[in-house]
C-alpha cells in the first residue's frame, strides 16, 4: 500500500520564487528521502533525513521531518527553470529493502 | 559512466509476447529493484533482490520472473504480456537496506 502521499500535486511558481511541497505518510519510518524527476528520465536522490532528525540541508534545498505529525516538507529556495521536474517522497520502515514512493508533486517553474 | 543502466529505453510489442529487460549496475552495490511507474507516475516496487537472493517480490504476477545471475545485473523477464503491462520499468540499485536508490533511465514498455 502507498505509504507517502505528497501534496501539492501540482506546484507552478515563478523563477526566483521559493517552492514547498509536502509529504505525509502513515506509519513509523526510518527515514524519508526526496528524489527528483526529470521527465522522461530515472529518478535522482536529493536529500535523505533519518527519524531521529528534524531538518536537513542541502544548497538551496531544505527538508524538515515532523515525526509527530508524521509529515516532511522539501523547500526549495531561490528556484530556477532547471527545477522543473516531479519530486517524490519515500519512506523508508527499515523492513526488508522496501522503499515506498507517493505520487509525487510536479514542479513548474517559469522562467 | 552510467551507474546503472538498462535496455532496452524503449519497447513496443504486441500482447502474448515474451519479452526482457536487462539491468546492469557498476556501483558495486549489493542490492538491485525493480520498481514499476504507472501513467499517473505511481511507482511500486517489484522485487529486491540482496546478494541475489530474492528479498521482495510485490505481488506481482507470475508473468514477470527477475533473474539475477550475479549482483551486479538483474534482468526482467516478462511472459505473455498484456496491455497492462504497459508502463515505464525502473532499474535501481543500492548499497545497504535504507540507504539512498540509484536508478536507471527507465524502459519504456508499450504493449499494443
Known amino acids: 500500500s502507498q505509504q507517502g502521499e505528497e501534496d501539492p500535486q501540482a506546484l507552478s511558481i515563478q523563477e526566483g520564487e521559493n517552492a514547498t511541497m509536502n509529504c505525509s505518510y502513515k506509519?513509523?519510518?526510518?527515514?524519508l528521502q526526496w528524489y527528483r524527476q526529470n521527465s522522461g528520465r530515472g529518478l535522482v536522490h536529493l536529500i535523505l533525513?533519518?527519524?531521529?532528525?528534524r531538518e536537513k540541508h542541502s544548497g538551496r534545498l531544505r527538508v524538515t521531518l515532523d515525526t509527530s505529525k508524521k509529515s516532511s516538507s522539501l523547500l526549495i529556495t531561490a528556484s530556477r527553470a532547471a527545477d522543473t521536474a516531479s519530486y517524490f517522497c519515500?519512506?523508508?520502515?527499515?523492513?526488508?529493502?522496501?522503499?515506498?514512493f507517493g505520487k509525487g508533486t510536479l514542479l513548474t517553474v517559469n522562467p | 559512466d552510467t551507474a546503472v543502466s538498462q535496455t532496452p529505453k524503449y519497447l513496443v510489442t504486441q500482447m502474448g509476447n515474451d519479452k526482457s529487460i536487462k539491468c546492469e549496475q557498476n556501483?558495486?552495490?549489493?542490492?538491485m529493484y525493480w520498481y514499476k511507474q504507472d501513467s499517473k507516475k505511481f511507482l511500486k516496487i517489484m522485487f529486491s533482490?540482496?546478494?541475489?537472493?530474492?528479498?521482495i517480490n510485490e505481488t506481482v504476477p507470475n508473468r514477470f520472473s527477475p533473474k539475477s545471475p550475479d549482483k551486479a545485473h538483474l534482468n526482467l523477464h516478462i511472459n505473455s504480456l498484456e496491455l497492462g503491462d504497459s508502463a515505464v520499468y525502473f532499474c535501481?540499485?543500492?548499497?545497504?537496506?535504507?540507504?539512498?536508490?540509484?536508478f536507471g533511465e527507465g524502459s519504456w514498455l508499450t504493449v499494443v
Open positions: 535501481a540499485s543500492s548499497q545497504d537496506e535504507g540507504n539512498t536508490i540509484y
Open positions: 506509519t513509523s519510518i526510518n527515514n
Open positions: 533525513i533519518r527519524s531521529n532528525e
Open positions: 519515500a519512506t523508508d520502515r527499515g523492513s526488508n529493502y522496501k522503499l515506498t
Open positions: 556501483l558495486g552495490h549489493d542490492t
Open positions: 533482490y540482496n546478494n541475489k537472493e530474492l528479498i
